[in-house]
């Protein structure tokens, strides 16, 4: 009988674990050369990249469908658990466009980002 207890417990303990890793998100966040796909560097502190995906979900946009942007320092890919959630150019220097100042421009959506977040690059 108490055998038969003790694998209970030991069964529902590793059930419990499986669970756990199962509900952890991994987000990851690459920055790479926008002309050669070159990965310069990978961002894995989970606090700063829920903190930008929070200033990128919040943020007031504007329009680039009829501007003339120069290209973006870097390409800015945000994964969670390897599902991309964005996918953004990055200056390193703040832009002003239409009284917005940010540093993401989101190309598919032709929209620009108010969000100022430095990203830790050296």
């Known amino acids: 009988m108490k055998q038969c207890i003790w694998l209970l417990v030991l069964l529902a303990t590793m059930i419990a674990a499986c669970q756990q890793d199962e509900n952890k998100d ?3 966040l ?3 050369k926008p002309e050669s796909e ?3 560097a990978v961002v894995t502190d989970q606090a700063f990249i829920s903190k930008l ?3 990128l979900d919040k943020a007031e946009t504007i329009s680039t469908a009829m501007m003339d942007l120069r ?3 870097y390409k ?3 994964k969670k658990n390897e599902e991309t959630l964005y996918e953004l150019g990055y200056y390193t220097e703040v832009m002003k466009l239409g009284g917005l100042a940010g540093r993401y421009l989101n ?3 032709e929209e620009f980002y108010g969000v100022t ?3 830790p690059l050296k």
């Open 117 to 119: 977040i430095d990203l």
């Open 76 to 78: 800015v890919i945000i």
């Open 26 to 28: 991994e987000l990851k």
């Open 38 to 40: 070159e990965t310069v």
């Open 30 to 32: 690459e920055v790479k």
């Open 71 to 73: 290209q973006p320092d």
């Open 53 to 55: 995906i929070e200033a």
């Open 107 to 109: 190309r598919e959506r």
